[in-house]
């Protein structure tokens, strides 16, 4: 699949997310409510009947051409170690020369990340945290001081999302996520 359909697919499954999880507050938001339990489980007509107008309303997302404010995710190039990316205002993962306004720096790329064992939410956690550890690793390449080790301001390091079913992360050091900054970062 192109970066474009990936980057796509994000979208679509960012949307989907966001409109299930309205879905426990309002019924309002074009995704289909379960079937209420009530005292027991609901019976499989109900479900079946929730399960087709879950699928019709997935099929809907699938054509996001039609929505506005979407076309800044920036040109799909991808970001490597040194480049600069990033906006305080605007959406922009397109790399960046960092003598120019940028928020992130690249401190890593790490190829081949496999996900630990695990479902639901301790599965993601543990992912998310394994993700950090790479991160905080390839900071200390970077910089090299040791990412726990460094002197103050701090500067934050975070795994970066990238194309959806990548096995690649992209780690960014930052300040804040709305400074802006036009050099390289430094350390000491």
């Known amino acids: 699949m192109c970066t474009r359909g990936k980057r796509w697919a994000a979208v679509t499954a960012a949307v989907v997310i966001v409109g299930l999880g309205t879905t426990a507050c309002s019924s309002d938001s074009g995704v289909p409510a379960p079937p209420a339990a009530g005292a027991g489980e609901p019976d499989r007509a109900d479900m079946a009947e929730w399960e087709a107008e879950l699928e019709e309303?997935?099929?809907?997302?699938?054509?996001?051409?039609?929505?506005?404010?979407?076309?800044?995710?920036?040109?799909?190039?991808?970001?490597?170690?040194?480049?600069?990316?990033?906006?305080?205002?605007?959406?922009?993962?397109?790399?960046?020369?960092?003598?120019e306004p940028h928020v992130f720096e690249v401190v890593g790329v790490h190829e081949g990340f496999e996900a630990p064992e695990g479902?639901?939410?301790?599965?993601?956690?543990?992912?998310?945290?394994?993700?950090?550890?790479?991160?905080?690793?390839?900071?200390?390449?970077y910089f090299g001081v040791p990412y726990n080790d460094q002197p103050l301001p701090m500067i934050l390091v975070t795994p970066e999302p990238v194309e959806m079913g990548s096995d690649r992360i992209v780690c960014s050091a930052y300040t804040t996520r709305s400074e802006e900054h036009t050099s390289p970062f430094t350390i000491g």
């Open 57 to 99: 309303a997935l099929k809907e997302l699938e054509d996001l051409e039609g929505l506005e404010g979407l076309d800044d995710f920036g040109t799909g190039a991808p970001l490597n170690v040194g480049d600069c990316w990033g906006r305080a205002t605007t959406v922009d993962h397109d790399p960046r020369s960092c003598d």
């Open 119 to 141: 479902e639901g939410l301790a599965g993601m956690q543990a992912e998310e945290e394994a993700k950090e550890a790479i991160c905080e690793g390839l900071f200390a390449e």
